[in-house]
Every structure is written in C-alpha cells, then in structure tokens.
C-alpha cells in the first residue's frame, strides 16, 4: 500500500498555463519530500524538495506549497512549457533516507 | 546520469531463468539503492545499501537478491523469474553529507534497465 497518494495521474496544460499536482501522507515521521521528474527513456531526477519547517519553496517556475495539519503537498508549475512534459513523482522520507514514491502524474504541455 | 550506469538497458528472460542487472557508479557514493517502476504504482524499494558490508531489504524484497560487490559496484539477481517481474529497474546512488548544506538528500538515478519476463 502506498505511503504516499498522488494525484492526478495525468494532465493536459496549454503553453503558458499552470500545473498542479497534488500529494498526501499519512506517516507523520516524514520529514523530506522531493519531487523527481522524468522524462521518457531517463531515470528521474530530483526537481526540488521542501522540508516541513517551511511552507513555500520556489525554485524558477517550479513551487512546492506544504500543508503540515493537512499532511499535503502540491507541486505547481508555472508558465509551463512544452519541455516540463515529463512524468512526476512526489516522494517522502523520514531520517532513514528511504523514499516512498506517489504513483507519478504525466504531464503533457501544448503548445 | 552518466555517472550510475546499469546494464544490461533492455533485457527479455524466460520464467525460471536466474538473471543479474548490474550497477556501477563513479560518484564515489556508499550509499545505493535498488528500485522497480511499474505504471501506477510509482517506484518501490526494492533493497537498498549504505556501505560494502550492509545490506537492507526495501518494501518489495521478496523474489530478489542483491551484492554489493564494491563501494561503486550492487547487482540485482532475480533468483527465478516471474513474469509479474516484468518491470523498469533503476539503481540510484546518494551521499547525504554532499546535501547538507542545502537541507536535501538527493538520489541519483541510472538510466534504468527493462526487463520483460515471458
């Protein structure tokens, strides 16, 4: 059973527009949630990652927002482009360094 | 990554046959991890190592086996093949210390290798 739910599992966004994705925890022993992306024929590579003392953290178009109470937290692109077209997993760890991974969203940009 | 390379990239195996993927990395990491990709279902764990002599089952251990013959070097052996092993395989390595400056563990990921288990 995964520790950790993804969603969606796939979305279409026009050039320009903003992506959302979502996950939620249950394990309050997670302390480390990164996001990876992939693209096809390519091992995921992290995005970016947050820490639970913070709520917000952005890096260029890419923003992870962190609800702690709710035990949810979402991945938004924005001004995506046709190259963010990759699948995304958001994982989390606690202090022994082992990942669980959400089940991955594909995301498809239009130009 | 060019760094973590696995072999072989594609691989096809008959149900009861023994076969080993292969990881070697030039990160200079102690630390190196065996997951599986299915559609769905995100990766899983599959066995995980923090140094030569250490050796941790991951969520999915059952049907594999995994040696860490070097610090650069962990193979993953699927004793007898099932076809419900038919998977994408990615070895990825880390080193905590290199991140802690940025408050992150970052894993590095190979280029996986595809197994399709007849």
């Known amino acids: 059973q995964q520790q950790v739910k993804q969603s969606p599992q796939s979305l279409i966004v026009q050039k320009g527009g903003i992506s959302i994705i979502n996950c939620a925890y249950e394990?309050?022993?997670?302390?480390?949630f990164p996001w990876y992306q992939q693209f096809p024929g390519k091992g995921p590579a992290l995005l970016i990652a947050?820490?639970?003392?913070?709520s917000e953290k952005k890096e260029g178009r890419f923003t992870i927002s962190f609800n702690k109470s709710a035990k949810q937290f979402s991945l938004h692109i924005m001004d995506s482009q046709p190259g963010d077209s990759a699948t995304y997993f958001c994982a989390a760890s606690s202090n022994d360094y082992k990942l669980s991974f959400g089940a991955g969203t594909t995301v498809t940009v239009r130009a | 990554d060019a760094d973590v390379t696995q072999t072989p990239r594609n691989r096809i195996t008959k149900t009861g046959k023994r076969i080993m993927l292969e990881c070697s990395q030039t990160k200079g990491h102690d630390r190196m991890y065996w997951y599986r990709q299915d559609p769905g279902l995100g990766l899983r764990l599959i066995y995980y190592?923090?140094?030569?002599?250490?050796?941790n089952k991951g969520e999915i251990s059952d049907g594999y086996s995994v040696s860490r013959q070097a610090q650069a070097k962990f193979s993953l052996s699927l004793e007898s093949a099932i076809p419900n092993q038919t998977a994408l395989y990615f070895c990825a390595t880390s080193d905590p210390s290199l991140d802690r400056g940025r408050n992150q563990e970052t894993q590095y990921f190979g280029p996986g290798t595809r197994l399709l288990v007849l």
């Open positions: 190592s923090f140094d030569v002599k250490d050796i």
């Open positions: 947050i820490r639970p003392d913070v």
């Open positions: 394990n309050t022993a997670f302390d480390y």
